[in-house]
């Protein structure tokens, strides 16, 4: 059933939606901004029959990037989910941005799915959001086959890009093409698995015909042929023993076998090669995902834990059979059908309307529809089963993270974590009707985006909205005033910052003792306070001897603590990297309470604090510019200008590679300057690295600004 963005809905039954698991892919498609994500997955929709033209990014004509935002900035802002089929299997497919702000995007997407295609850039190779995609793909155990795209453009490097692979990445690339012609006289590949050359006859890349190895690539063939034999061997103990005897009997079948158990024990990456904008490569890449990459049955059972008995593992099965589980990855506020929930079914079936029970907020819910999603469009399904990557509709209580499942077995998935926002801004409604709007825009901006944040500032009264950089709120206040028609003045951005302390407080009493006619309060403790290393967080440790404070009232002393944590001396901003030890203190008993401690525990960290050398916390990004050997000097002097550190200096081509680490305060602007002092010429990709220490003049400017003095 096929909808317009009118949200005209048309049912398929539940018999259509069941489809053999062993056949189905889930996979997503991950690289740096600019390697051809979109445009690839483009293709394949068109080359799979799901849509009958292909969009193209520099004109927002794209299926996958349907945002106004999106087809504006010829970027990805939001992962898009589609479905197609291909040699009789079925592939859900989601397009991930490449932009650093929206890591987190690419982060719930790949904690879903079973396998990735990680796209490189020919000339560019492993890029800086390249090895950040590559690490959260590791992190999830997700396994993935690699394409270099753009092999048509001048300086595209295939065996460069592999050794890039090689170096950078805890890996093993094994090719299982090799170009054919290069830049300009890009043709098609060799396939080494098949031991034949694949030459493209058309603009549109439908057609192709199978050619004799070219005579300049015999050798080059039979090497890496043979290093793709040598992989295989390693998997497979009968295809071992014909490559020992050098018996030429070894079938293609036995290789992608072999080669197939690499990949799904993350232990070997396939790399192909083409150039997506020129129609050329798509198709054996989507033979590879169906060769390669894992069905649902082919990774590990999800496990998690039994609700009410936390502690105890539970463990689903792909499986129809099994009590249902899914996991929420992703929220949409859909302006025809109302709030859409993404999920990943893990295990079981269930039909529409039915009841599920959201382990993580320990609620039942009533889901009204499923849908099929294809970007903004979408397919109404009766039936939901496990491998399955839909949209539910209905669900009010279910956040980003959440389980559902059964109510008669439940079960708890492991959620997701997301990084804290670095940078902000404050906005300020025009009107009335433009502060009730804002509210509402932004309770559903932040249901979709776990990484957006606002709160009120209780000394100006702003409301003050965060996110991971300047790019991400633009895009965010481009929505506020565009999607949901607010009318707002926008400030300067303004940083995140931490406060710490550089030494250490011994023995500091927190006391709260109030008496009134009836019951009063008394709580009383005693504190060291000690800093940790940088991203230490906070750690609370009890070391009251004997009967000093009751057991009940400890709790209540680190919430005390923690809830001063929000709140520094310096600058009131949040304090971070402490440890906090309770020591002691006394009790009355009949006057103490929770209440009483807490507030204890809270005057006593504040103490603790303007004793122990607070110091300010800024956060540093780490940079990666890429620059002409003319204007390298140049560049270099500004980072130096901007209290950078330049850590690294690498040849790359004609190109230099430049990696500094900044602090984000000044950083503002820097896509306007680099480009004034390349003329044009050089890129850079930033992202948070860490927090360092502000310098002592400039804290106390910002302290002072703060204070108002």
């Given at each position: 059933m096929k909808v317009t963005t009118t949200g005209r809905v048309e049912k398929t039954s539940a018999?259509?939606?069941?489809?053999?698991?062993?056949?189905?892919?889930?996979?997503?498609?991950?690289?740096?901004?600019?390697?051809?994500?979109?445009?690839?997955?483009?293709?394949?929709?068109?080359?799979t029959g799901k849509t009958y033209k292909m969009g193209e990014v520099h004109d927002g004509s794209t299926v996958m990037d349907w945002m106004v935002q999106e087809q504006e900035r010829g970027i990805t802002i939001t992962s898009a989910a589609?479905?197609?089929?291909?040699?009789?299997?079925?592939?859900?497919?989601i397009d991930t941005p490449g932009h650093v702000d929206f890591t987190v995007e690419v982060e719930r997407s790949l904690r879903v799915l079973d396998g990735a295609i990680a796209i490189l850039d020919a000339v560019a190779g492993v890029e800086p959001q390249t090895e950040t995609v590559w690490r959260q793909a590791d992190h999830y155990g997700v396994p993935r086959i690699c394409y270099v795209n753009k092999m048509d453009r001048p300086g595209a490097d295939f065996f460069a890009c592999m050794e890039m692979l090689e170096q950078r990445f805890d890996a093993r690339p094994v090719a299982v093409q090799i170009p054919l012609g290069g830049e300009g006289d890009f043709r098609g590949c060799v396939d080494l698995v098949e031991m034949k050359g694949i030459v493209y006859t058309d603009e549109m890349g439908?057609?192709?015909?199978?050619?004799?190895?070219p005579e300049d690539l015999a050798v080059a063939a039979e090497l890496y042929h043979h290093a793709l034999l040598e992989v295989c061997a390693g998997?497979?103990?009968?295809?071992?023993?014909?490559?020992?005897?050098?018996?030429?009997?070894?079938?293609?079948?036995?290789?992608?076998?072999?080669?197939?158990?690499?990949?799904?024990?993350?232990?070997?990456?396939?790399?192909?090669?083409?150039?997506?904008?020129?129609?050329?490569?798509?198709q054996p890449l989507l033979d590879g995902v169906v060769h390669y990459l894992p069905s649902p049955l082919d990774v590990p059972p999800i496990e998690g834990v039994q609700v009410g008995k936390e502690g105890r593992k539970e463990v689903r099965h792909a499986s129809d059979e099994e009590p249902f589980s899914a996991l929420a990855f992703k929220v949409v506020s859909d302006p025809y059908v109302g709030k859409?929930?993404?999920?990943?079914v893990y295990s079981g079936a269930l039909r529409a309307g039915a009841t599920v029970f959201n382990s993580a907020r320990r609620k039942k819910e009533r889901i009204g529809r499923f849908l099929q999603m294809h970007a903004n469009h979408r397919e109404e399904l009766e039936m939901v089963f496990s491998g399955d990557i839909v949209a539910a509709v209905g669900l009010k209580e279910t956040y980003t993270g959440d389980t559902l499942c059964s109510a008669h077995r439940p079960i708890l998935l492991e959620s997701m974590v997301f990084p804290e926002p670095v940078i902000s801004i404050a906005i300020e409604p025009k009107t009335k009707a433009?502060?009730?709007?804002?509210?509402?825009?932004?309770?559903?901006?932040?249901?979709?985006?776990?990484?957006?944040?606002?709160?009120?500032?209780?000394?100006?009264?702003?409301?003050?909205?965060?996110?991971?950089?300047?790019?991400?709120?633009?895009?965010?206040?481009?929505?506020?005033?565009?999607?949901?028609?607010?009318?707002?003045?926008v400030g300067r951005p303004q940083v995140s910052y931490r406060e710490t302390v550089a030494g250490s407080a011994r023995g500091v009493e927190g006391r709260f003792i109030r008496q009134t006619g009836g019951r009063g309060q008394y709580g009383h403790v005693i504190i060291d306070l000690e800093p940790l290393p940088r991203g230490g967080g906070f750690e609370f440790v009890n070391?009251?001897?004997?009967?000093?404070?009751?057991k009940e009232f400890i709790p209540a002393v680190e919430q005390g603590v923690a809830g001063a944590m929000e709140f520094g001396v310096l600058a009131g901003y949040p304090v971070v990297d402490v440890r906090v030890t309770l020591r002691g203190g006394s009790y009355h008993e009949v006057d103490s309470s929770e209440l009483a401690f807490k507030a204890a525990g809270s005057a006593a960290f504040q103490e603790a604090l303007r004793r122990s050398e607070p110091i300010l916390l800024e956060p540093v990004m780490k940079v990666v510019i890429t620059v002409g050997e003319e204007n390298l000097g140049d560049i270099i002097a500004d980072v130096n200008s901007r209290r950078g550190k330049v850590e690294g200096l690498e040849t790359r081509g004609r190109q230099q590679v430049v990696t500094a680490f900044i602090p984000l305060a000044e950083t503002f602007g820097y896509a306007t300057d680099i480009r004034s002092l390349s003329q044009g010429r050089a890129t850079y990709h930033m992202q948070f690295s860490h927090y360092g220490e502000t310098p002592h003049n400039i804290a106390m400017e910002i302290v002072r600004r703060i204070r108002g003095e």
């Open positions: 018999a259509e939606g069941r489809f053999p698991l062993h056949r189905v892919r889930n996979i997503g498609i991950i690289s740096h901004i600019d390697a051809g994500k979109t445009t690839t997955t483009e293709r394949i929709l068109y080359y589609t479905t197609c089929f291909w040699k009789d299997h079925r592939i859900n497919i439908t057609q192709w015909e199978g050619v004799e190895i998997y497979d103990d009968a295809l071992m023993e014909k490559y020992l005897a050098g018996e030429d009997a070894i079938t293609p079948e036995e290789i992608r076998a072999a080669l197939r158990k690499g990949v799904l024990a993350c232990e070997v990456v396939p790399v192909f090669c083409g150039a997506s904008f020129r129609n050329k490569g798509v859409l929930i993404y999920i990943r433009d502060q009730d709007r804002l509210s509402e825009a932004m309770e559903r901006i932040a249901d979709e985006d776990p990484t957006f944040r606002v709160k009120l500032d209780p000394e100006t009264g702003q409301t003050i909205i965060s996110g991971m950089g300047e790019l991400h709120l633009e895009i965010i206040v481009d929505r506020l005033m565009r999607e949901f028609g607010v009318g707002a003045n070391k009251v001897t004997g009967n000093a404070i009751p």
